[in-house]
């Protein structure tokens, strides 16, 4: 299966009329038949036939690493817009390792407008969000540049064990940091981070074709950039599932590679 | 290439009321697309005869008013639009008693297939506008509208597809054009139909005219088949933007 294209399946399609295959995400049974809910790739692994959705907006989910623009300071907290239906709360005690004094200005620590990397730690039924901002990496964002991309193609951008990332870092030379609500955050030479930016949308645009990190490796060669490949098995088809697979590679720092290992096994 | 001619001939020797020499049953021709818009997170096209829709979707997203909100799940709010240019006698911009209705009942054709529970107080707009009109605006509509939500990447059960059927004359006749709709000065029944194309449920059935019972469960036997391709459009469409 994985070596040909994916199919492109639609709402409504019929992708299986047997008891033998389970419904995964992105499908219903209806009496034998399971059917798309949703516009993606057909995927199945092993009994579990899903979908890896194309399209869509961010559902924010715990243990998430988002980026988040402070749009509101409230008594005790900020709120930040995180590129979902739904905005997310950053409370005073979460928001730095320091100790924040009651009545403190707030905007002393993030002010209106600024980016930060932050961990989602709650969200409630009602999509109520909560994050913090106390672990290794989340930090406020200076400088730089902010792009926007489908975060369903986030998986992909950051790739197995964050080969993806990793080799646009290397070549670049440009810090990224891939929030999992779609935001990207690229800071570097000017001219690199033009470069690192084409590379990611061409990615996103491309994430649904096979051979990636091959013409990725191209591109960036094209432009005349020296690729060290990482030791990673081409062809991350499971990869862009979405939520089962998270690769946390996401910091401006490479010693974070092994902890993206550890949240594989969670 | 002869028997063609000789075909074509036959048929509209057969069903003279129709002008553009369609049998009873088929539609006009249709081109479909989606992804049109690109600010918009779901968008299609749809062009069915001389009638064309655009549809933009946007969200899930954050509903104010806030007594609007409903927080058991999203809501789906749509908005149908003719342009001034639309029609041969020019449409006056703005809102108006047939365009509400017409969101009105294009809202409730789609619900039926749109689960929204993972998106409680949140809300997904839905606009429909139409650049060329020629009956059968509100089933365009509908139809562009089911692609866009489903470009947008939201949790359908299933498509819908719509398309009118009525009398014209004494004839049932599919997908009226404006010709047949104005027949005989409005003497036409025209009966829009939305349906969920994989169980043939029924989402939407307005009736302009008078029609007996009988020729009413014809008629909708009728469309079933119509309803079957212009689903088939509408998924290839869909799929066509990642080819």
Redesign the interface.
């Known amino acids: 299966m994985s070596e040909e294209q994916k199919k492109v399946v639609v709402p409504g399609e019929i992708l299986a009329e047997s008891m033998e295959v389970l419904p995964g995400f992105g499908t219903y049974r209806n009496e034998k038949k399971i059917i798309a809910s949703r516009l993606g790739l057909l995927s199945q692994e092993g009994k579990v036939i899903k979908i890896i959705p194309l399209s869509g907006k961010y559902l924010p989910q715990r243990n998430d690493i988002v980026i988040g623009q402070v749009f509101d300071i409230l008594i005790s907290g900020w709120r930040l817009e995180i590129n979902s239906p739904y905005s997310a709360m950053l409370s005073m005690k979460e928001a730095s390792h320091d100790f924040i004094n009651k009545g403190a200005d707030l905007t002393r620590y993030y002010n209106l407008e600024d980016y930060v990397v932050a961990k989602i730690v709650n969200v409630t039924s009602q999509n109520l969000i909560d994050v913090s901002m106390r672990g290794p990496g989340l930090k406020k964002l200076k400088g730089g540049r902010i792009i926007k991309i489908n975060p369903f193609k986030v998986p992909r951008i950051i790739g197995k064990k964050g080969s993806m990332v990793s080799m646009i870092k290397n070549a670049t030379g440009c810090k990224i940091v891939v929030g999992q609500n779609g935001l990207v955050w690229i800071q570097g030479d000017p001219a690199m981070e033009i470069i690192a930016i084409q590379t990611i949308t061409k990615i996103e645009q491309e994430s649904h074709l096979n051979g990636l990190t091959e013409k990725i490796k191209t591109y960036l060669e094209q432009h005349g950039l020296t690729v060290v490949k990482e030791e990673s098995h081409d062809e991350q088809h499971d990869d862009h599932s979405g939520h089962e697979h998270r690769q946390d590679d996401q910091y401006g720092e490479q010693h974070d590679e092994q902890k993206g290992e550890e949240y594989e096994e969670n | 290439m002869t028997s063609t001619v000789n075909n074509m001939m036959n048929r509209k020797v057969k069903n003279m009321k129709r002008t553009d020499g369609r049998s009873q049953t088929d539609v006009r021709p249709i081109t479909a697309k989606t992804g049109v818009i690109k600010k918009a ?2 968008s299609a096209y749809f062009k069915i005869g001389n009638t064309t829709a655009y549809a933009a979707v946007y ?4 509903l104010f008013p806030r007594f609007l909100q409903d ?1 058991k799940k ?1 809501i789906l709010r749509c908005n149908y639009n003719m342009l001034p240019f639309s029609a041969s006698d020019r449409v006056r911009p703005g809102p108006s008693r047939r365009s509400r209705e017409i969101s009105m009942i294009t809202e409730k054709a789609l619900l039926p ?1 749109l ?1 929204l529970d ?5 809300v997904v707009d839905v606009f429909i506008e139409l650049t060329e009109t020629d009956a059968g605006s509100r089933c365009a509509g509908i139809c562009a509208a089911a692609m866009a939500l ?10 819908v597809a719509a398309v009118s059927v009525g009398k014209v004359g004494n004839d049932l006749v599919v997908d009226l054009d404006g010709v047949e709709e104005h027949y005989n000065e409005n003497e036409s029944t025209d009966i829009p139909v939305a349906m ?3 169980t043939h449920e029924i989402t939407l059935l307005q009736c302009d005219g008078i029609i007996a019972k009988e020729e009413l469960f014809k008629a909708i036997d009728m469309v079933k088949p119509a309803m079957q391709k212009i ?1 088939e459009v ?2 290839n469409a ?2 066509e933007k ?1 080819r």
């Open positions: 997170d779901g969200g899930p997203r954050n927080p999203g297939v689960d993972a998106y409680p107080n949140a489903a470009d947008a990447g939201l949790i359908m059960k299933d498509l969920i194309p994989s689903a509408q998924r869909l799929k990642y």
